[in-house]
């Protein structure tokens, strides 16, 4: 992903990307991440799709069995002594995404999956057959979400933890 490898970053647990088996369902994910960029200018954050900014997302199925994608935007904001004092690793060299805190408040991104209907075979697609509600996450200090669900020692980058939301699926 955009020259990873050259700065020794592994975004991934294993060193290849998957992809679905289904093309459908690839589409329909590259759909949502454009959906989530979309969905956070809409909110006045401006997103970017890429190795700093928004690419993955984090599966999960809440124990009554409901599909989530908790999405991460702003992952990897540039080094700097003033403004974002925190160093993240190799992933974080040559970042061009300056740290913005209005953006950090709405980098968590929660997309929940439902079916459309009771029969899911009578639907020639994957979007007809499932409806999908796509929420920007607003973890600013002082809001329940910050004071809930950020995890403790991570509040500068209000990070979200998709094992708060049922069992962990994919990365």
């Given amino acids: 992903v955009e020259d990873a490898f050259g700065q020794k970053c592994q975004i991934a647990r294993s060193t290849t990307g998957q992809r679905f088996f289904s093309r459908a369902v690839n589409q329909y994910f590259a759909r949502l ?8 200018r809409q909110r006045g ?13 984090h ?53 929940v999956l439902s079916p459309a209907c ?20 607003d973890c600013s200090a002082g809001s329940l979400l910050y004071e809930k669900m ?5 509040q500068i980058v209000r990070t979200v933890n998709e094992a708060d939301f049922g069992y962990i699926l994919a990365d």
């Fill in 118 to 137: 009771e029969d899911p075979h009578s639907f020639p697609s994957l979007s007809a057959r499932f409806t999908g509600v796509l929420s920007v996450l």
């Fill in 33 to 40: 991440f454009l959906a989530a960029v979309e969905a956070s």
């Fill in 59 to 111: 599966l999960f199925v809440t124990p009554d069995g409901v599909l989530g994608l908790l999405l991460h935007a702003q992952e990897y904001p540039a080094w700097n002594a003033e403004t974002f004092p925190v160093p993240l690793g190799f992933c974080q060299a040559d970042s061009s995404l300056q740290f913005n805190a209005t953006r950090m408040d709405a980098r968590n991104m929660l997309w």
């Fill in 150 to 154: 950020v995890m403790d020692g991570l």
């Fill in 45 to 57: 954050v401006d997103l970017s799709l890429s190795r700093f900014d928004l690419f993955h997302g």
